[in-house]
């Protein structure tokens, strides 16, 4: 019966590890997860039928029961689950290390399978689910985010701690007569610090990987801020061209007047009036960096073809820096125009209403599919997910900034699926009453 225990507190531990580590979903098909369960219990049969715990059965039913369970590429999962195999193996090796030497004091029946393995897996358990709680899920970095350089690291790295411990051990356990509890403390210790190095390299691993995003993101603002440069310099240089024509028709209007040509200077000013509208800002906030933003992502609408409507004026200045400005508003519409580009009636719609202590922001933009969560809208679909994703994180880092709060939803206006984001941003007449 240990046999089966130990096939299934293997699998859980598999399972815990994969989902939460590599994000990898189960298959929706609920026979391949039933079937996934068979081999993994058939192996523990078939170990305690014939009283033997072979490698081969358990690399078997272990790489079986990964692929059939979860949703991905057939080679991914196989060097996933070896190594997995290989890495779980070595913390297995620590924890029943610890266990023998400094809870049992040398084992009980050498290193076999008894009673207390179990107790083993369930510290191992503890140092995963450690590691999941403390670095991954803290930093919102995941194992399938890291380098495999850093992945390669680790599993040399435990090769090495294993070997030297596997030595250490077999000294230890028939000498441990001979040692008093210094000698227990000793061996205690050094594998928490080898478990402690463990941490320290995926730490490192997750440093590496916060310094890409945050370089990825300055990037993708500078590039936000360089568009919106680009199109006020155009602007900028339209309005200059204009200027230095205005002389040439006002002459040019002055003539025909002057020879009572009324209708031709009519269509004149009509034309010289269109020429002014092409540059002229369209859309007016009441705040003059907002208008920036917004207009901008006018133009491009107009560009692609795309209803653009902006409900609402502010009578104050946002409380908000410029930089906070362009990353809120700039990564809400970057998001909304990318989403309604795809959508077969594409439009964006901003509303903006000021309150006395609050300002509210909703944008909405019509999207390809409806989502069926809210919590979908968190994940990127783009196939480069590595690389994208941030923008909702910035916006929602932003608000918090300015002790707003922000919320996302899927709604349906009209038999239409829209994305709606609402922001609502304390003014700063209501800071200072806080204050």
Same mark, same amino acid.
Not at 373 to 398: C, R, W
């Given at each position: ?200 390299? #995926?730490? %490192? $691993? +997750? /440093? ?9 993101? @300055?990037?993708?603002? &500078? ?74 992502? #006018?133009? %491009? $609408? +107009? /560009? ?9 004026? @502010?009578?104050?200045? &946002? ?77 929602? $880092? ?38």
């Amino acid at each position: 019966m240990i046999y089966i225990v130990d096939n299934i507190l293997n699998y859980l531990i598999y399972l815990f590890i994969i989902h939460f580590g590599f994000r990898l979903n189960p298959r929706k098909n609920k026979l391949f997860i039933g079937a996934s369960v068979l081999p993994m219990l058939s192996a523990g049969a078939y170990n305690v039928y014939f009283d033997t715990n072979s490698p081969i059965i358990y690399i078997l039913w272990s790489v079986l029961s990964i692929c059939l369970f979860f949703e991905d590429r057939l080679w991914h999962l196989f060097l996933l689950s070896a190594a997995l195999m290989y890495f779980t193996g070595i913390i297995d090796t620590f924890s029943v290390m610890l266990i023998q030497v400094v809870l049992i004091g040398g084992g009980v029946g050498g290193t076999g399978i008894t009673w207390w393995m179990e107790s083993a897996y369930l510290l191992s358990f503890l140092v995963y689910l450690l590691i999941y709680l403390r670095l991954f899920r803290k930093n919102d970095v995941y194992l399938c985010d890291i380098k495999l350089k850093y992945k390669f690291a680790l599993l040399i790295q435990g090769s090495i701690f294993q070997m030297f411990y596997n030595f250490v051990f077999l000294f230890f356990n028939e000498n441990h007569a001979r040692y008093g509890l210094d000698a227990y403390a000793v061996f205690f210790i050094s594998i928490a610090g080898t478990l402690y190095s463990i941490f320290l390299t #995926l730490n %490192l $691993a +997750i /440093k590496n990987i916060l310094s890409d995003r945050q370089n990825r993101e @300055l990037q993708s603002f &500078m590039y936000m801020q360089k568009q919106q440069y680009d199109y006020q310099l155009q602007q900028s240089v339209a309005v200059r061209r204009f200027k230095h024509d205005l002389v040439n028709h006002i002459g040019v209007v002055r003539e025909l007047l002057n020879e009572k040509k009324t209708e031709e200077a009519k269509e004149y000013i009509d034309t010289i009036w269109n020429i002014q509208d092409v540059f002229d800002l369209k859309i007016h906030t009441g705040d003059s960096f907002l208008d920036i933003i917004v207009n901008y992502y #006018l133009y %491009l $609408a +107009i /560009k692609e073809n795309m209803e653009f409507v902006v409900w609402g004026k @502010l009578t104050e200045k &946002m409380p908000l820096e410029m930089f906070d400005i362009t990353t809120l508003m700039g990564n809400i519409l970057q998001n909304a125009f990318e989403a309604a580009r795809k959508a077969d009636v594409p439009r964006i719609r901003v509303e903006l209403v000021e309150h006395k202590e609050e300002i509210f922001i909703v944008v909405s933009n019509s999207v390809a599919k409806r989502n069926n969560t809210k919590t979908d809208f968190f994940m990127s679909s783009k196939k480069d997910k590595e690389n994208h994703g941030f923008g909702l994180k910035n916006i929602v $880092a932003t608000v918090e900034k300015y002790h707003g709060e922000c919320y996302m939803e899927s709604i349906v206006e009209n038999r239409e699926a829209l994305f709606q984001i609402s922001i609502a941003i304390p003014t700063a007449k209501a800071e200072e009453k806080k204050e």
